[in-house]
């Protein structure tokens, strides 16, 4: 199988499960919100890493410990957890914990992860822009 076909399997892969997300966050009460974090969401990991930005949406999103998926930033920050649990990039971890198992990995896994999370922020924003009209007021 060549290179382009495993990468076009991957981004539309990656492209389907955007979508879904989207969708989701489009069935929120707080919607736009939730279009606001997905493109605020890439800028924060730049800026302060993964995990800062991983733990930030879950310490917003959360009640009791565990991510709300009614909530924006609780469903984003879950939606990210499933996508790396799916892709099976950091092996097993309990659910509502992907902050706490991106402080335990080598570096080229933390990197891989953060493009890989990055990658899906950009088709989720596409989604959510078609998806969801209007912004959020701040």
């Known amino acids: 199988m060549s290179k382009l076909t495993?990468?076009?399997?991957?981004?539309?892969?990656r492209a389907a499960y955007a979508y879904q997300c989207a969708q989701k966050g489009a069935s929120l009460d707080k919607k736009k919100e939730y279009k606001s974090y997905v493109k605020k969401m890439p800028m924060l990991i730049k800026t302060n890493g993964l995990g800062?930005?991983?733990?930030?949406?879950?310490?917003?999103?959360?009640?009791?410990g565990v991510a709300q998926e009614n909530d924006p930033w609780?469903?984003?920050?879950?939606?990210?957890?499933?996508?790396?649990?799916?892709k099976g990039m950091l092996g097993q971890f309990p659910e509502n914990r992907l902050a706490e198992k991106l402080t335990g990995i080598s570096s080229a896994d933390y990197r891989a992860a953060t493009?890989?999370?990055?990658?899906?922020?950009?088709?989720?924003?596409?989604?959510a822009d078609a998806l969801i009209e209007g912004t959020a007021e701040d």
């Open 74 to 86: 609780g469903l984003l920050y879950d939606q990210l957890e499933q996508w790396i649990r799916e």
């Open 52 to 64: 800062a930005a991983v733990a930030f949406a879950f310490a917003k999103g959360a009640k009791n």
């Open 115 to 127: 493009v890989e999370i990055l990658a899906l922020l950009n088709w989720i924003k596409r989604f």
């Open 6 to 13: 495993i990468r076009a399997g991957l981004e539309q892969g």
